[in-house]
């Protein structure tokens, strides 16, 4: 028998509450994590600008693609909007460390 404890929310028990949250989690979470990703990347990359934009917008997709798989994969919700936030922290730390096109901290 598994003993396995997750901490969970109000709308883990509620299916029709908890693919509502997930569905705008997802959504919102995802974009504003891509936003994050995109921006990072295109200062953080070592590329013209014009090609350090396209590659980064080109990676985020791919970073919404994967927040929107993690929201729906999770077993609780708690844990998937725990992610989303590390990764939001990840690429805000990243963006906040990276050095400016106008060359220093603003």
């Known amino acids: ?30 974009y ?24 980064a917008i080109m990676l985020s997709f791919i970073v919404y693609l994967l927040a929107v798989m993690w929201v729906f994969a999770t077993a609780t919700l708690l844990r998937a909007a725990a992610g989303l936030a590390v990764g939001a922290a990840v690429f805000g730390a990243w963006l906040w460390l990276a050095p400016s096109a106008a060359g220093g901290a603003a």
């Open 1 to 30: 028998m598994s003993t396995h404890h997750y901490l969970t929310c109000f709308a883990d028990h509620r299916p029709v509450l908890n693919v509502t949250l997930r569905s705008a989690l997802a959504i919102l979470g995802g």
């Open 32 to 55: 504003g994590l891509a936003a994050l990703a995109a921006s990072a990347f295109a200062v953080g990359m070592p590329l013209p600008r014009v090609d350090a934009v396209t590659l």
